[in-house]
């Protein structure tokens, strides 16, 4: 499973790639989440209704989206970056994403020693990229003034 899922989630960066010059930075990062909140909803499925489909669908709908968000935030943070300023504020928002990652897994953790099940984990690990996708709508919404007037928009 591990190596099918690195080859969807380096599939996923290159079709995120591909998305975002095709359509654009914002519509990539909202499908990007929505695949990932659909996995969550086919891991929260398995527990009432398990079958392999919705076991390779969560394979394929969690791991594709892995690392697509990294190429799709890389464009958009030429949003409110000038160029200068692009290379430390992409690495702090690296490190936001990799404390991210890692608070995840003991929050997960912490919430299967309380509950003793990963049905409660799927409904959490689903408000939080519902969270998520509010904060990156909110943030397309107040710099898409910035984008119409050119400052800076060089995606």
């Known amino acids: 499973m591990l190596t099918v899922g690195g080859v969807l989630s380096t599939s996923g960066r290159i079709l995120a790639g591909l998305a975002t010059d095709h359509f654009g930075a914002p519509p990539a990062g909202v499908v990007s989440f929505l695949i990932s909140i659909a996995g969550l909803g086919c891991l929260l499925g398995m527990e009432g209704w398990p079958s ?20 799709i935030v890389s464009v958009l943070v030429s949003r409110i970056a000038p160029r200068a300023h692009y290379g430390p504020i992409f690495g702090l928002l690296g490190i936001g994403n990799r404390l991210g990652a890692g608070l995840g897994t003991i929050l997960s953790g912490a919430i299967y020693d309380r509950t003793r099940s990963y049905a409660a984990i799927y409904p959490t690990a689903t408000v939080l990229m519902l969270v998520g996708l509010g904060a990156l709508l909110a943030f397309i919404a107040m710099t898409a003034g910035r984008v119409r007037r050119g400052v800076p928009a060089s995606w």
């Open 52 to 71: 392999r489909l919705m076991a390779y669908a969560s394979v394929g709908f969690v791991f594709l989206p892995i690392g697509s968000r990294a190429t």
